[in-house]
Nanobody, 126 residues
Framework: QVQLVESGGGLVQAGGSLRLSCAAS????????VAWFRQAPGMEREFIASINGNGVSTYYLDSVKGRFTISRDNAKNTVYLQMHSLSPVDTGVYYC???????????????????WGQGTQVTVSS
């Protein structure tokens, strides 16, 4: 069982930056790939970025490549999403999710996960 808690969301102006954190419980966190998803108002949840268990492999939505960076610190059981050059289209609730022994690409292609956090709101003003 893994519990995920997101933090770091907030209100930021266009062009600004935020770093989201996803803190996980559990002793085998390094066995889980973790992904970030977002859901904009009235839209379906979409995949943003993922990282495999040892942090070597990552996978991104094309529109965030070069602006967002996913990373993890397994000693702290935490995954991060550093976001730069934010625009209003990046507004939404950001969720982290984890899947046991998945690849980063698997999480991006399937958009499925074993465990989900409750989400953190990111609002980008123009």
């Amino acid at each position: 069982q893994v519990q995920l808690v997101e933090s770091g969301g907030g209100l930021v102006q266009a062009g600004g930056s935020l770093r989201l954190s996803c803190a996980a419980s559990g002793r085998t966190f390094s066995s889980y790939s973790v992904a970030w998803f977002r859901q904009a108002p009235g839209m379906e949840r979409e995949f943003i970025a993922s990282i495999n268990g040892n942090g070597v492999s990552t996978y991104y939505l094309d529109s965030v490549k070069g602006r967002f960076t996913i990373s993890r610190d397994n000693a702290k059981n935490t995954v991060y999403l550093q976001m730069h050059s934010l625009s209003p289209v990046d507004t939404g609730v950001y969720y982290c999710a984890a899947t046991f022994l998945a690849t980063a690409q698997d999480m991006g292609v399937t958009s499925e996960a074993d465990y989900w956090g409750q989400g953190t709101q990111v609002t980008v003003s123009s």
